[in-house]
C-alpha cells in the first residue's frame, strides 16, 4: 500500500538506506509504501534544479505542471530484490489516481554511482538516451553538486550564482572533478501521451543500457586533464560536510511543529 507520509519520515528512512543521503529540493509528494502496516520503502514526486527547463528540452510545448520526476526510491535491504519494481507499480497507480491530468512520469539513472536504471527497465520505462554530467568528490568520497560547491566558495567577483573553485582551491580543498553520464527514463501516464511521445526532441524506446555503458572522467586535485575510465574512480560515503544543511533541513529538530501536527 502506497499512502503519504511525513518529509521528516521519509528522510529518516531515505537517509539510513539510501547510497546519497541527500534530499531533492523540489518535492511535492512523499509516499511510504507498507507491507503489513510496516514501512518498508520510500519514494518521492516533485522536481529537479531546473523543472521548466527539464521538460521543455524533451517537450517544447508542455511545462512543469505536466510531469513529475521521482526524487528519490529507495526499500528496505530485508525486501526480496523485485519489491522495488512492486513498490513503483503501486505508486504509479496512486499517482494516477492522485494527478489525473498528469502527462509523464520521469526520471534519471545516476550513472555516476554506477546505476544504469534497471528498475526502470523492469518496470517498461522507455529509455531517451543520456547527458554527460560532471560532480566533485571529496577526498572521504560525498558527492557534491556544483550548484552546492557554489554557495561555499568566497564569492570575489559578485556573480549571482556563486564561484567554482578554481585550481588552487580544487588542492585546498582535496576536491576531484568527476564526469559520469545520466540516463533519461519516461513513462507515459496513459495511451494519449506514450502518443504524444512523437513530438519529443528525443527518441524513446526499449534499447536499454547496460553496465557496459556506464563511463567516467576524473580529474584529481593538480591535474590538469581528466582520465577516462569504466570503473567508478571514487567510494561513496554518506558522511556529509558540504550537504550538511540538506540534511538538518530535513531533521526532526528543524520540523518539531509540523511533525508533530
Not at 518529509?7 to 518535492?27: G, N
Not at 507499480?89 to 526520471?107: D, H, M, V
Not at 518496470?123 to 557534491?144: A, M, P, Q, R, S
Not at 559578485?158 to 588552487?168: L, Q, T, Y
Amino acid at each position: 500500500m502506497i499512502k503519504e507520509i511525513h518529509k521528516v519520515k521519509a528522510a529518516e528512512f531515505i537517509m539510513s538506506r539510501h547510497y546519497s543521503p541527500v534530499m531533492p529540493r523540489l518535492t511535492k509528494y512523499y509516499c511510504g509504501y507498507y507491507v503489513d502496516k510496516t514501512l518498508q520503502g520510500v519514494i518521492t514526486f516533485g522536481w529537479g534544479t531546473r523543472p521548466k527547463h527539464t521538460i521543455q528540452k524533451l517537450f517544447p510545448k508542455l511545462d512543469t505542471k505536466d510531469y513529475y520526476e521521482i526524487g528519490k526510491m529507495c526499500m528496505d535491504d530485508s525486501m526480496l530484490k523485485n519489491s522495488e519494481t512492486q513498490m513503483l507499480s503501486s505508486a504509479f497507480r496512486w499517482l494516477k489516481n492522485k494527478e489525473p491530468n498528469l502527462k509523464y512520469l520521469f526520471t534519471w539513472a545516476d550513472g555516476l554511482v554506477g546505476k544504469a536504471g534497471y528498475v526502470y527497465q523492469a518496470f517498461n520505462f522507455l529509455y531517451g538516451g543520456y547527458i554527460w554530467t560532471d560532480t566533485y568528490v571529496t577526498e572521504k568520497g560525498e558527492k557534491v553538486h556544483p550548484r552546492t560547491m557554489q554557495g561555499k566558495i568566497p564569492n570575489t567577483k559578485n556573480r549571482k550564482v556563486g564561484m567554482r573553485p578554481n585550481p588552487k582551491q580544487l588542492i585546498e580543498l582535496k576536491l576531484s572533478r568527476v564526469k559520469g553520464k545520466q540516463f533519461r527514463y519516461i513513462l507515459p501516464m496513459n495511451k494519449k501521451m506514450r502518443k504524444y511521445l512523437k513530438n519529443s526532441t528525443e527518441k524513446w524506446g526499449l534499447n536499454y543500457p547496460k553496465d557496459t555503458a556506464l563511463e567516467w572522467k576524473i580529474k584529481r586535485p593538480g591535474e590538469t586533464s581528466y582520465t577516462e575510465t569504466n570503473k567508478m574512480p571514487f567510494n561513496l560515503t554518506k558522511e556529509v560536510e558540504y550537504n550538511k544543511s540538506n540534511i538538518d533541513k530535513f531533521k526532526v529538530k528543524n520540523n518539531l511543529d509540523d511533525f508533530f501536527a
